[in-house]
C-alpha cells in the first residue's frame, strides 16, 4: 500500500481529506496520513505570497523529507471590498500564532471577531468573498501538480454553526442562508473549495498511481 502523505498537522483538515479522498484511497490502495504520523515530517514556513506557492513550499519538502508522495494545500478568505484579504494571511490576520487545538480555536475566534468589526459599516450586497484553496501535490523526484478550488459567498454578521473552523462560522455559501459551519461534512466536501481543489487532483492521483 502506497503512502500520501497530508502536509498538515491540522486533525481538522486530515479528517476533511480523508473524507474527500476516501474513494480513490480504496481504488488505489493509498494510505492517506498526515504529517504528524511520519517521522522526519518537517514544519515549513508560508513564506510565498500566493496560495500555490505555499502549498508548494510545504508539499515540496515534505515529498523530499519523507520520500513518501506529499499533498499540500493553502487556503483562505479573500474578501472582494478588503482587496482580496485576509488572503495568504487567513490564518494570523488577528497576529494570533500558536499550533494547539485550544490555541488555534483561540485564533480563530480573534481572527474572525477582527475580519467582522473591518467591515461592520459595509452593506450586505458589498460583503461579497471567497474562500480559494491551492492544492499541490509533490513527488520524491521534485515533480509538482497543481490544483485549485473556488467557493463564493459572503460574510454573515455574526457567526453561526458549529461544525466547521476558521472563518466556515460566517461564510454564507452564495445563493444560501447557511453558514459552511451549519453544513453537515458532507453537504460541505460537495461544494467547499478544498473539496474542489482535491477532486480536481483525482486525476492526476490516478494517473500516479496506477500500476
Known sequence: MTRLV????????VHEMRAILAGLSDELGL???????????PDVAETEVTFEGNARLKAVALALATGLPAVADDSGLAVDVLGGSPGVFSARWSGSTGGADLARAARDRANTSLLLEQVSDVPDEHRTASFVCAAVLALPDGTTHATEGRVHGSLARAGKGANGFGYDPIFLV??????????????????????????????????????
Not at 480536481?200 to 496506477?210: D, E, I, K, N, W
Open 6 to 13: 497530508l502536509a498538515t498537522r491540522n486533525e481538522h483538515k
Open 31 to 41: 494510505e492517506v496520513v498526515g504529517a504528524a504520523d511520519v517521522a522526519g515530517a
Open 174 to 211: 452564495d445563493g444560501g442562508s447557511r453558514t459552511l459551519a451549519e453544513f453537515t461534512d458532507e453537504e460541505k466536501n460537495a461544494i467547499s473549495h478544498r473539496g474542489k481543489a482535491f477532486r480536481a487532483m483525482v486525476p492526476l492521483l490516478r494517473s500516479q498511481f496506477t500500476s
